[in-house]
């Protein structure tokens, strides 16, 4: 990904901040020696163009993966809530 400062010239991305699969904040600097400015720029997921060809259970475990155990465990405790009910 290329992102350009306000004064024309090329950017680098330093660093991101990932706060869900959908949403990241980007930290950015101007290339440009004189410029020399920094900001802060969001990218977030806005609609699907073509479905993934993964499957549903695929992509269900990687999410699941992605999240902390603790997250995992309480889901996993509801679901069996849900099934004996």
């Known amino acids: 990904m290329r992102v350009e400062c306000k004064c ?7 660093s991101r901040e990932k706060f869900s699969v959908d949403f990241v904040k980007l930290y950015c600097q101007c ?5 020399g400015h920094t900001w802060v720029a969001e990218l977030t997921f806005s609609h699907t163009l073509s479905p993934s060809a993964q499957s549903f259970e695929r992509m269900l475990l990687d999410r699941l993966k992605e999240m902390p155990r603790a997250k995992q465990r309480e889901l996993f405790e509801q679901l069996g809530t849900q099934a004996v009910a």
């Open 8 to 14: 024309g010239h090329r950017g680098r991305i330093a």
């Open 31 to 35: 290339l440009d020696a004189k410029c």
